[in-house]
């Protein structure tokens, strides 16, 4: 694709399946690519500005998130609506109070497995553990009188200031592995983007998520804005808007958003009987109706569309989701639900998990 002055950018996302629509585009009685769950009191808003709000008559807002965020871009877009307040903005960023690279990636490597393709083991750190911690103190100190506002960017944002107004940036996790797939995604502490596909799924798999799920349930009570920044224009919530339809959620029946990928054994049976779905494929080999590292939820008020990771529902209400079952597995749904479609395609091995 085409970038400044002709200059050729690589695309954002890898994948044939559509970005989220910012609306629901209308419920087929066949198949709804986009079940939905009603928010819960308060809006889905649209832009940077609602986002901003939360920074009130402090002067500070941090704004953390998860992997997958352009942070570059977000603090721009923060920065410019801010400016068009009329706010003297200083931004600082989190990047720079990560480890070094060679020290980062030896706290990771006993959880990667080594030179195996996909074996690994589930991080067990936290993130403070891959940043320097008194530089992490410094980011939030207003030393600067040339700013009346500062803003903390990046993972790790909140980690600065125990007080401050809080943001949280979210890009859903299936649109991670498009833009992994792309090249298009940056790993904690990284300054560029990782080329390698597999092995940003392998890093993610084992060591992002689970790192920043347990980052996330930390500073989940303290969120005052939440943004689905998978667009360019990001929708947002209140945290507290968030926090009460999760728990209503928890209590009713809903559906995740499901997401479909070709594969070397893919068939013909969903090309043929789900018009729903992208037709330039070869085939479709999966259905993730339910796998819940990976699938999200959409939130509809107004008939916007805002999705959040299952872990939200997990972090918010996951003893409610699972009953008898919390005591063992936690946070984690222990339950799959995907379809794998075979007709005309090719074989399948029989699995053991």
Avoid at 76 to 86: M, P, Q
Avoid at 251 to 270: D, H, I, Y
Avoid at 277 to 302: H, K, M, Q, T
Wanted: proline share 7%.
């Amino acid at each position: 694709m085409s970038g400044v002055d002709g200059v050729v950018t690589p695309p954002r996302r890898r994948t044939t399946q559509a970005l989220l629509p910012v609306r629901h585009p209308g419920r087929d009685a066949h198949y709804d690519l986009y079940p939905s769950f009603p928010l819960a009191g308060g809006s889905v808003d649209a832009g940077w500005g609602p986002i901003v709000d939360a920074i009130g008559s402090s002067g500070v807002l941090l704004v953390d998130g998860g992997s997958g965020v352009d942070w570059e871009d977000a603090a721009s877009a923060i920065r410019a609506t801010l400016e068009a307040r009329g706010r003297r903005v200083g931004v600082r960023s989190t990047r720079a109070t990560f480890l070094p690279t060679a020290d980062l990636e030896r706290a990771i490597a006993p959880f990667l497995g080594g030179d195996d393709p996909v074996f690994g083991t589930r991080f067990e750190g936290d993130l403070r553990d891959l940043m320097d911690r008194r530089a992490l103190a410094e980011l939030a100190r207003r030393d600067d009188a040339e700013h009346d506002a500062l803003v903390v960017v990046g993972p790790g944002a909140a980690l600065a200031d125990d007080a401050a107004p809080l943001a949280y940036l979210e890009v859903p996790r299936n649109e991670q592995q498009f833009r992994a797939r792309a090249g298009a995604l940056t790993h904690l502490g990284a300054d560029a983007p990782s080329a390698d596909a597999k092995a940003t799924y392998k890093r993610l798999s084992f060591v992002e998520w689970p790192l920043l799920e347990r980052h996330k349930a930390e500073l989940w009570p303290r969120i005052a804005r939440f943004a689905d920044v998978q667009r360019e224009e990001p929708l947002s919530v209140s945290g507290a808007s968030l926090r009460a339809t999760l728990a209503v959620m928890a209590s009713a029946p809903f559906r995740a958003r499901p997401w479909f990928e070709p594969g070397a054994w893919g068939g013909s049976w969903l090309l043929e009987h789900m018009p729903e779905l992208p037709r330039d494929v070869p085939n479709y080999a999966w259905s993730f109706e339910l796998i819940s590292p990976e699938n999200g939820l959409l939130l509809e008020a107004d008939g916007l569309l805002l999705e959040t990771g299952f872990d939200s529902l997990m972090i918010e209400s996951g003893a409610a989701v699972l009953g008898d079952g919390a005591a063992r597995f936690g946070r984690a749904f222990p339950i799959r639900f995907d379809y794998l479609d075979t007709v005309d395609g090719g074989n399948l091995s029989v699995q053991c998990h």
